[in-house]
């Protein structure tokens, strides 16, 4: 790609997929490759890539998992169209697509984009992480939305998110540990079946990441699963943190 505003192509998931990224915006890394390991490897039908920013978690699944197809969706029409060259960068035309869809507008909008109403198998997501007025935005609107969002947004998007699974369609995101009380509670009555893994970015240290994962409609309860360590009090990666880097381990989500 000849474009002085991207970088690349950078490799994940031991050289499965290589993307390039914008130089000057957000660049992809390990949340993105920890969402895109909660997937098994059978999942078939639609997976629907939920603020996809470059592609890396979408189309990581698409190469691991052969029999689905996926729909990466972004607000930021530059990272759509980085995506779609993503896509096509990787050979993936044949199974992956990318749109511009708003998550949080109301729902005939989102359905004239593409958002439509049980619409996905699974959806996979990384929601904006930082909290409105903590930190300085960028001056153009879809920019700034995928980084920052406050509590109402955060509850529209978990509202998206059920609409557009089908029934017993399943998510995983990952997030701050410090929203989850908000997160519950915007799932309460809409997903069961709900599996908590703490990540712990050092051992030792609390939990700087979870990953939450659902099912639509179900009535089945909680579990806090295992926490996931990526490196050791010395800093070195751990093995189960290297072996999830190299496409060579999946985490379980329940899904």
Do not use: Y
């Not at 039908?45 to 197809?69: H, T, W």
């Not at 930082?130 to 879809?142: D, L, M, Y």
Request: glycine share 12%.
């Amino acid at each position: 790609m000849q474009d002085e505003r991207f970088n690349g192509p950078h490799a994940f998931f031991g050289g499965l997929i290589s993307v390039f990224e914008t130089k000057a915006g957000h660049q992809s890394g390990t949340d993105a490759v920890l969402l895109a390991a909660c997937l098994p490897d059978q999942a078939g039908g639609l997976l629907l890539d939920l603020g996809c920013g470059s592609g890396v978690v979408g189309l990581g699944v698409a190469a691991r998992c052969k029999g689905l197809k996926v729909q990466l969706a972004d607000l930021d029409a530059d990272m759509v169209a980085l995506a779609r060259h993503n896509i096509l960068h990787n050979g993936l035309g044949g199974r992956v697509t990318a749109i511009q869809a708003d998550v949080l507008a109301p729902f005939a909008m989102r359905d004239a984009q593409g958002l439509g109403a049980d619409l996905a198998d699974f959806i996979l997501s990384n929601p904006p992480f930082h909290p409105a007025g903590r930190v300085q935005t960028s001056p153009v609107e879809p920019r700034a939305r995928a980084h920052v969002l406050d509590d109402d947004g955060m509850r529209q998007w978990v509202k998206t998110l059920h609409t557009t699974l089908k029934p017993k369609g399943r998510f995983a995101m990952i997030h701050r540990p410090d929203m989850l009380p908000l997160l519950l509670e915007a799932m309460q009555g809409r997903f069961g079946a709900l599996h908590i893994r703490p990540v712990h970015g050092k051992a030792g240290r609390p939990a700087t990441r979870i990953l939450l994962s659902g099912v639509k409609g179900s009535r089945a309860p909680l579990s806090l699963l295992e926490p996931l360590v990526l490196h050791d009090t010395e800093g070195r990666r751990t093995p189960a943190e290297e072996a999830i880097a190299r496409g060579r381990s999946l985490i379980d989500m329940g899904l």
